[in-house]
């Protein structure tokens, strides 16, 4: 069985750091690209950033580009999110999800529970 | 940035009926990368279909696609009762990718 779990997440003040790690196992993990989602308090779905199987092809959203780095460690099964100068609106809970495919090109098959992180002072 | 909307924002449907769920984008989604998502609390959210019309892996065949360029449709032929929750359309053509701003279906 794929599974992917989600942990790091926490309460944080503002202006401050936070990484947030995400274990998969059941498949072969360089095998695929990976993202990360986030799902704010009451509201939609935002995709947050992408990492192909061999780090090559990096992309994030406009909310998080130059504050946020994705990155991952194929050898220990594992996708990160460095997330820097955290703001209120960061607050949310943040999925990690697997690409279909070895590069963002398939959509996202299975995902984590998510990992919470609120940002307040 | 492609902007997708989503309508209706509510739906309101009772057991057995069609719900048709509409994703529209602000520009062109390259070879039609579009996927739809289902949510509900508590939940990760679950991989519908793919690439506009290609259901996923163990998707009910009730589930269906279609649509191109700008306009694509979520189809869903006979509602069943854990079909209620909210969807989201999401492109993966052009990055950075994006998110709808979801359909919740709910019962009548």
């Known amino acids: 069985e794929v599974q992917l779990v989600e942990s790091g997440g926490a309460w944080v003040q503002p202006g401050r750091s936070l990484r947030l790690s995400c274990v998969v196992s059941g498949l072969t993990f360089n095998d695929y690209a990976m993202h990360w989602v986030r799902q704010a308090p009451g509201k939609g779905l935002e995709w947050l950033s992408y990492?192909?199987?061999?780090?090559?092809?990096?992309a994030y959203a406009d909310s998080v580009k130059g504050r946020f780095t994705i990155s991952r460690d194929n050898a220990k099964n594992s996708l990160y999110l460095q997330m820097n100068s955290l703001r209120a609106e960061d607050t949310a809970l943040y999925y990690c999800?697997?690409?279909?495919?070895?590069?963002?090109?398939?959509?996202?098959?299975?995902w984590g529970q998510g990992t919470t992180v609120t940002v307040s002072s | 940035e492609v902007v997708l909307t989503q309508s209706p924002g509510t739906l309101s449907l009772s057991l057995g009926e069609r719900a048709t769920l509409s994703c529209r984008a602000s520009?062109?989604?390259?070879?039609?990368?579009l996927a739809w998502y289902q949510h509900k609390p508590g939940q990760a959210p679950r991989f519908l279909i793919h690439a506009a019309s290609h259901r996923a892996t163990g998707i009910p065949d009730r589930f269906s696609g279609s649509g191109s360029g700008t306009d694509f449709t979520l189809t869903i032929s006979r509602l069943e009762p854990e079909d209620f929750a909210v969807y989201y359309c999401q492109q993966y053509g052009n990055s950075p990718y994006t998110f709808g701003q979801g359909t919740k279906l709910e019962i009548k």
């Open positions: 990492i192909n199987w061999n780090s090559e092809k990096i």
């Open positions: 999800a697997k690409d279909v495919e070895f590069n963002p090109y398939g959509g996202m098959d299975v």
């Open positions: 520009q062109s989604v390259r070879s039609n990368y």
